[in-house]
């Protein structure tokens, strides 16, 4: 049995992110993907899918008043930054909500959830009411930091540091340095690793390089085709940029 799906978020890092995610399920087929509340509606309506990753903050509305407006209800994931809608997003009957930035193991978990409700669609009130308390109890609290910190090594000190302060991270054979304004320090994750866990922000422009976008100053042509990502640090640094990246970068920044 294969499972149709639509993508429905503004950030198209984010739609990338979640392609990519549902690529390493040969089961499931992504019938399309909008970027607004009326796009979802029309998209929603034309393809009848069996499951919708929905977006909650959207222009033109919000995931709500999509499945409001829509004719044909299709299952739901919720997926969105703020932990504060998750009771009405289950109000709706929604199948998990997945808060960004979610790792590739939960989404598998809320994927699997789909894949068996839409096998046997009736489910237990009890099921549901434990899986409520499941991701009541794995949002973050009303007084915790809004945003993923990253731990990183610099000597004998542990940080934590806030991905914004990152200028890029960098990989050195095995081995991955952030670099900020301090200076550089050891994270124990793959770039691959925070690519997945920051991709709303961060952009890999090279196997070595995965640079925050935001500070990004300049983009300069290189040798053969290939550019240089000149960053906003002090140093004005220049990294490569790879042909083929610079061509999903010019999706995101068009240039």
């Known amino acids: 049995m294969s499972v149709r799906a ?39 309506d034309r393809e009848r899918p069996d499951l919708a990753f929905l977006d909650v903050q959207i222009p033109e509305g919000n995931g709500f008043d999509v499945l409001r407006r829509v004719r044909h209800v299709p299952h739901v994931i919720f997926t969105t930054a703020f932990d504060r809608y998750a009771v009405e997003a289950f109000e709706v009957k929604s199948l998990d909500y997945l808060l960004k930035p979610f790792s590739k193991q939960r ?17 237990p009130s009890g099921a549901v009411l434990r899986l409520l308390e499941e991701i009541r109890a794995g949002l973050p609290r009303a007084d915790a930091p809004a945003t993923v910190r990253v731990p990183a090594r610099r000597g004998s000190k542990i940080l934590l540091l806030d991905p914004g302060a990152v ?59 290939t550019y240089l990502v000149v960053m906003r640090d002090a140093a004005r640094t220049a990294l490569p940029l790879s042909r083929r990246q610079a061509q999903r970068l010019r999706e995101l920044i068009p240039w």
């Not at 392609?19 to 929603?44: K, M, N, P």
């Not at 959830?113 to 046997?120: F, G, H, N, P, V």
């Not at 304004?181 to 866990?197: A, F, K, N």
């Open 167 to 225: 200028l890029w991270f960098e990989a050195d054979e095995t081995i991955v340095h952030a670099r900020t304004e301090e200076g550089r320090s050891i994270v124990d994750r793959t770039l691959g690793e925070l690519e997945d866990m920051l991709s709303a922000t961060f952009f890999r422009i090279h196997r070595r390089y995965l640079v925050n976008l935001s500070r990004i100053g300049e983009i300069l042509p290189g040798d053969a085709g």
């Open 107 to 123: 989404f598998a978990t809320a994927l699997e959830r789909a894949r068996r409700t839409i096998e046997k669609p009736a489910e």
């Open 6 to 44: 639509v993508i429905v978020d503004d950030e198209k890092p984010a739609r990338d992110r979640l392609r990519r995610l549902l690529e390493e399920h040969d089961d499931v087929v992504l019938v399309g993907e909008a970027g607004s509340a009326g796009a979802a509606v029309e998209l929603i």
